[in-house]
């Protein structure tokens, strides 16, 4: 079989704690034919030092990731283009799972790639168990790699858009070609998670929220990703999986709505006061 080269973008910035580990993972990946591209958005740590310790092409450009991602793209040589964040982790055979996907399935333009959440404290957990009820909800989970042609053919991530934007590119490679998944996880590496921290990045992001539902308004997903009772729906629909640990069912409920509470106020605060984000 031959075998096409895959290009993983990594956008950073500031990300000296959990970097390393990451390309780490892509480095060890039990298929070979893979080049590793950083995308830096001006960090002021040692971020590119460590990514040059693992690839010569290390680039610096902002504003924003969708900005890196499509960046990185333009630099990419391969065949198909994987986009993950500098915390995360592959499992050793993601990238091998993608190609045999691919291979077989060759109508197959881009792939979903579950995820799964690992972190140090109450929290991390809390937010591990919400997670996994997104492993297989279609309008939940995005894609992350994807064939080149295809990926510019669309013409990218939006780079209007701050928030919703891995759900937006994922969309509208589907409607160009069917979309498949794997099997294997990517980690995502939560750190030690603190509940305000948490809180303070929802509501950042539900301010920048609004591009996304005016661009995907008459999408039947948006309507699922954004309302309060699906969510809760999907929650309470696994009630084993939900209060197998009751400790962490309840924390997972309890920032939840949290997290819907200030992000609502982020987005009403911007819609009322006549913003666009």
């Known amino acids: 079989m031959n075998k096409p080269l895959i290009s993983v973008i990594v956008t950073t910035y500031n990300n000296t704690a959990t970097l390393d580990a990451c390309l780490t993972s892509i480095a060890n990946q039990s298929y070979t034919q893979i080049e590793t591209i950083v995308v830096d958005n001006n960090s002021t740590d040692d971020t590119k ?66 995820e799964e959440s690992f972190g140090q404290g109450f929290w991390a957990q809390c937010k591990r168990l919400e ?43 589907s409607d160009q070609a069917p979309t498949g998944r794997i099997d294997e996880y990517i980690r995502h590496n939560e750190g030690h998670l603190h509940l305000l921290r948490t809180l303070k990045k929802k509501y950042y992001y539900a301010q920048k929220f609004a591009r996304y539902i005016a661009v995907n308004k008459d999408r039947p997903a948006t309507s699922s990703q954004t309302g309060i009772l699906t969510r ?3 929650f309470f629909s696994r009630p084993y999986q939900l209060f ?28 009322l006061g006549g913003r666009s984000e």
């Not at 990731?65 to 499992?91: H, P």
């Not at 924390?251 to 605060?269: C, D, H, I, N, P």
Request: glycine share 10%; proline share 3%; aromatic share 12%.
């Open 232 to 234: 809760y729906g999907l």
């Open 131 to 173: 997670r996994s009820f997104y492993v297989g909800t279609p309008w939940m989970e995005a894609a992350r790699f994807f064939d080149t042609q295809t990926y510019l053919a669309v013409g990218g991530y939006d780079e209007r858009l701050i928030s919703g934007e891995d759900w937006d590119l994922s969309q509208r490679v």
């Open 49 to 114: 030092q460590i990514a040059r310790a693992h690839t010569d092409k290390v680039y610096n450009i902002g504003p924003e990731r969708c900005t890196q991602r499509n960046f990185g793209v333009s630099k990419a040589d391969g065949n198909y283009v994987m986009i993950i964040d500098s915390d995360m982790e592959l499992g050793k055979n993601v990238v091998r799972a993608c190609v045999k996907q691919i291979a077989v399935h060759t109508e197959l333009k881009a792939l979903v790639i579950p």
């Open 244 to 271: 197998r640990r009751p400790d962490l069912g309840l924390g997972m409920l309890f920032m939840k709505t949290s997290e819907f509470a200030v992000g609502g106020f982020g987005y009403l605060r911007v819609r």
